[in-house]
């Protein structure tokens, strides 16, 4: 089982005891404003997602992010190269986020990947801020890429070499 283990999180494969934590997580409008999908209305919608991401047999390189015990999210490759991620909004503005993308581009250069990409709203300017910093650069946009819910949402294509 691959773990990452930074000065303060545990990244590690999702497990079903996760499920209570994601759900709090991705149930909550304010953290999955940008999401690809509305919030998740019960417990069965991330019963279906967690059981996606453990899906081990699609190539996926997915991280539940472990802070003093508890998830506060995911960050990895739903479908590599493109990178995801969301966190708790109690942990925002603590530089976990950060910690947390740091040591999964270290991981994701010593694997089979040369780059990463993203796929960000352009409404989203903290998210694309950040990856700047994590020397993402843009490398296009496109209109209405993402159904959310009944809202149709753009996408700013960002990459980053590994």
Known sequence: MTEILTERLLLRRARQDDLSDLHRILSDPVATRYWS???HADRDVTQTWLDSMMDT???RDDFVVVY???VIGKIGCYQPPDLGFI??????????TREAARAYID???KGSLTYLTADVDPHNA??????AHLSFKTTGF??????VGDTWCDS???RRDL
């Open 126 to 131: 903290v998210c694309l801020g950040f990856l």
């Open 142 to 147: 496109a209109s209405r890429t993402w159904l």
């Open 37 to 39: 999908t509305p919030p």
């Open 107 to 109: 991981h994701a250069a």
């Open 57 to 59: 047999t699609k190539g």
């Open 68 to 70: 003093e015990g508890q």
């Open 156 to 158: 700013v294509y960002l």
């Open 87 to 96: 966190f708790s909004k109690d942990v925002w503005g603590k530089g976990l």
